[in-house]
Structure formats: C-alpha cells, structure tokens
C-alpha cells in the first residue's frame, strides 16, 4: 500500500474531509488531495503532521515498501530559492506591511483620548465634549479590532511557518522506494 493510500484510508477512518487535513497542515486542498493520489510524496514534516494529526506512528505511513533518505536535492533548492524569492517579496512583504498598517492604525487608535487630552493641555485645541468623545470611540474602535488583528497576526505566522517547514524539508530528506534507495 502506498503513501498516499494510507493518508486516505486514516483520513476516511478518522472521518476527515481533505479540506480538514489541508486546514490542520496549512496547505491546500489540492495538496492533500495529490498526496493521496501519489501524484507527489508528502515532504517529511508533513509525514510527521500527519501522523500527529492520525495519532499514529510515522512509521504507518512508510510500510515496508519506502524509506526516508538524507539527500541533498539541489533542483528542490534551487526551486524554493526562486519561488520562495517571488513569493516572499511580492505577497509576504505586501501582507506584512498591510499587518503593520492595521496594528499603526489600531494603536494610533487606542491612544486617541491621550492625544485629546494632551491638546486641550498645551492649549493646542479646546476639550469639547465631541472630541473627547471621538478619542474614546477610537480606543472603543481599537479594542474591539485588536483580537481580530491577533489572531490574523497568529494565522499568517502559522502559514508562513508551516510553508518554510515543509519546504526546506524537501531539500534534503525525501521518501522513496526501498529498491530505488539501494
């Protein structure tokens, strides 16, 4: 039995959509759904992912027929180097930025009452009851988005961490048949 044919067969057991691996693992569906058709071998971490998520030992999914070996892969690095490159400067540093726009948003926000405060002090602009109202709505504003903006923060990490996990993986250790090893 292949890799692929075991991933599936725990899935189905456990009663598991392809879509329920792909959000636990934070790859796509597709993904999942070429390992099970062994159209690609899971990379090695994925494995270990994946028998965390069965509850099973690594070692189900190798059976008798495949063996990880530690290999140098220099077309699987020289891949992740160009894609990761593309992808790191134009959809990582785009949505890191806007991540960094939301949080100078929300605490340019949650300090608004203070900057209120501090105008009518040095005399700057009179306290009135609209603009200290406004400054407390900001930080109402700010304290009802910063779990969201936390939790985005948190998901785009997880992502991001999972993406680089697997990939650097796959650079040196790969699953093959037992024969092919030899």
């Not at 690594?58 to 180097?81: M, P, T, W």
């Not at 991540?99 to 040095?122: R, Y």
């Not at 250790?173 to 030899?182: G, I, L, S, T």
Request: proline share 3%; net charge positive; with cysteine.
């Amino acid at each position: 039995m292949t890799i692929g044919k075991r991933i599936r067969q725990k899935r189905e057991a456990l009663q598991l959509t392809q879509n329920d691996v792909a959000d636990k693992l934070f790859v796509t569906q597709q993904t999942v759904a070429r390992w099970e058709s062994d159209k690609h071998t899971p990379p090695l971490k994925a494995v270990q992912d994946l028998a965390d998520l069965f509850q099973v030992d690594v070692a189900y999914f190798f059976g008798e027929d495949r063996i990880v070996v530690h290999k140098f892969n220099f077309f699987a690095l020289f891949g992740s180097l160009t894609f990761n490159f593309l992808f790191f400067w134009i959809v990582a540093v785009a949505l890191i930025s806007i991540q960094l726009a939301f949080w100078g948003a929300a605490g340019a926000c949650f300090i608004g009452p203070g900057v209120v405060i501090w105008q009518a002090v040095t005399g700057i602009r009179a306290l009135t009851f609209w603009r200290a109202l406004g400054g407390l709505g900001l930080t109402a504003f700010a304290c009802l988005i910063m779990p969201l903006l936390w939790k985005m923060t948190r998901y785009m990490w997880r992502i991001l961490k999972a993406y680089y996990r697997y990939n650097v993986n796959a650079i040196f250790y790969e699953v093959v048949p037992r024969e092919q090893a030899k």
